[in-house]
């Protein structure tokens, strides 16, 4: 099966740096995907990892390590428009199909 | 603006209704989705459909039944909805293929409420 574990909450404070970590277990990984959310608002895409190492976007950064199943998010200079839930995804193949797996989300709350 | 919309925002039912929920994809794409949200639960994939084929069923009950006409439109049929399917239904679109990656975008979500 599937699991993708991410923290619930995360609290920061405006021009702080926060890092959002995720693990997962998935027989037929093919790459790993971070969305935003706003509350009311659809997913939006961040970044994109399928091979080990960090991504750098800007003030957003992702990191994925294969052998541990484990990635990170990290934001910079947060801002309080930064505050939204963060989803982790794995793209899994072992059913035929590539198909996205979802996390919980983390609800991140910048504060001044 | 993904490119992808939706319609209903927003939609009340009753139990005994039926009803229909919308998706247009204006990206060019060749595989839709249809995802649920509930609160504090993973978004939980519906139905998969790659160039107007069925190619998943993530074990739906049957009254939710999809409908992709050609590969801009998806459709979700609702009839004898329990209270508990209340939740955020996304539809999403992406290209598929082997040198693509497969980012999804995203359209704002149906908000259902079943009374």
């Known amino acids: 099966g599937q699991n993708i574990d991410q923290p619930t909450e995360m609290t920061a404070t405006e021009g702080a740096i926060v890092q959002i970590n995720c693990t997962y277990q998935t027989s037929g990984f093919n790459g790993l995907f971070w969305y935003q959310q706003h509350a009311g608002e659809a997913p939006t895409f961040l970044s994109y990892?399928?091979?080990?190492g960090l991504e750098e976007k800007g003030r957003f950064s992702s990191f994925l390590s294969r052998s541990k199943g484990y990635s990170y998010l990290l934001l910079k200079e947060l801002q309080m428009k930064d505050s939204a839930s963060y989803l982790c995804?794995?793209?899994?193949?072992?059913?035929?199909?590539?198909?996205?797996?979802f996390g919980t989300g983390t609800r991140l709350l910048v504060s001044p | 603006e993904t490119g992808v919309t939706q319609t209903p925002r927003h939609l009340v039912m009753g139990m005994t209704n039926k009803k229909s929920l919308k998706c247009e994809q204006h990206?060019?794409?060749?595989?839709m989705y249809w995802y649920k949200q509930s609160a504090k639960k993973p978004l939980e994939l519906m139905f998969v459909y790659s160039l107007e084929e069925r190619v998943e069923n993530n074990s739906v009950p049957s009254r939710f039944s999809p409908e992709c006409p050609n590969s801009s439109h998806l459709f979700l049929h609702l009839h004898t909805l329990q209270p508990e399917d209340s939740a955020l239904y996304l539809c999403?679109?992406?290209?598929?293929?082997?040198?693509?990656?497969?980012?999804?975008?995203f359209g704002p979500g149906t908000r259902l409420t079943v009374l």
């Open positions: 999403a679109s992406s290209q598929s293929g082997v040198n693509s990656y497969n980012e999804q975008f």
């Open positions: 995804a794995v793209r899994d193949r072992t059913e035929g199909f590539q198909k996205l797996v």
């Open positions: 990892n399928v091979l080990d």
């Open positions: 990206l060019g794409h060749n595989a």
